[in-house]
């Protein structure tokens, strides 16, 4: 079945930097990629997602490239804040069948630092 | 926002009990998810519904049981309960076709001891 991989599974960075968070995929069948957040104590939050027609995806500060030819994809946080740590999940999703679920990376946990 | 609410936010429960996990969703979604959250594993999902009457095994479904007895309630079920079930659990809800969006839980903590 579909595996989703994250890298870094975490990272500390400085308020104002930008960061970047990688994730790849097995199935080529998959073609829905959300990615959720999760701030400490707090349930998970859609953020950003793309479909595998397209290419990148723009969200204010956030950014989401899509390569379909390598099964990756990378989410790029601009000007960090403090309120932006959390543990970001990349997820992967098929479109027929019995492909209803969604399959979650193990998560990338920032922490943003005044 | 769809509002996913879980109860009982916290539980402990002893080894070989049965423990009920219930979720309610009320923006009428057709599917509901139940996934457990541990360290180093992420999201993995264990039960999932279509709507109600129906339940389908994701992931890891060994040792639960899901029922789905209305369209706005999803309940997860141990039988017996053992100590590798102690974990975080999140049910979620989300619309019809693949590109929805899911709403998930504020998450029900449960120890077995």
């Known amino acids: 079945g579909e595996q989703v991989e994250q890298l870094p599974s975490s990272l500390i960075v400085q308020e104002g930097a930008s960061v970047l968070i990688n994730c790849s995929y097995t199935?080529?069948?998959?073609?829905?990629f959300p990615w959720y957040k999760q701030e400490p104590g707090k349930r998970l939050q859609f953020i950003i997602d793309?479909?595998?027609?397209?290419e990148r995806k723009q969200n204010q500060r956030l950014t989401l490239l899509f390569d379909k030819k390598t099964k990756h994809l990378s989410l790029h946080i601009t000007a960090t804040q403090p309120g932006d740590s959390a543990i970001y999940f990349c997820?992967?999703?098929?479109?027929?069948?019995?492909?209803?679920?969604?399959?979650f990376g193990l998560g990338t946990t920032l922490q943003v630092q005044p | 926002e769809a509002a996913v609410t879980q109860s009982p936010r916290n539980k402990v429960a002893v080894t070989g009990g049965k423990v009920t996990l219930s979720c309610n969703q009320t923006?009428?979604?057709?599917?509901m998810y139940w996934y457990r959250q541990d360290t180093g594993h992420g999201l993995r999902l264990i039960h999932y519904?279509?709507?109600?009457?129906?339940?389908e095994k994701g992931d890891i479904p060994d040792g639960y049981k899901a029922s789905r007895p209305s369209q706005e309630n999803f309940s997860l079920i141990l039988e017996l309960a053992t100590p590798s079930q102690t974990s975080v659990y999140f049910c979620?809800?989300?619309?019809?076709?693949?590109?929805?969006?899911?709403?998930f839980g504020a998450g029900t903590r449960l120890s077995v001891l």
């Open positions: 997820s992967a999703k098929g479109r027929t069948g019995n492909t209803r679920k969604l399959i």
């Open positions: 199935d080529s069948a998959s073609v829905y």
């Open positions: 793309i479909r595998s027609n397209m």
């Open positions: 923006n009428n979604h057709n599917n």
């Open positions: 519904s279509y709507g109600a009457g129906s339940t």
């Open positions: 979620a809800s989300g619309g019809l076709g693949y590109q929805n969006t899911l709403y």
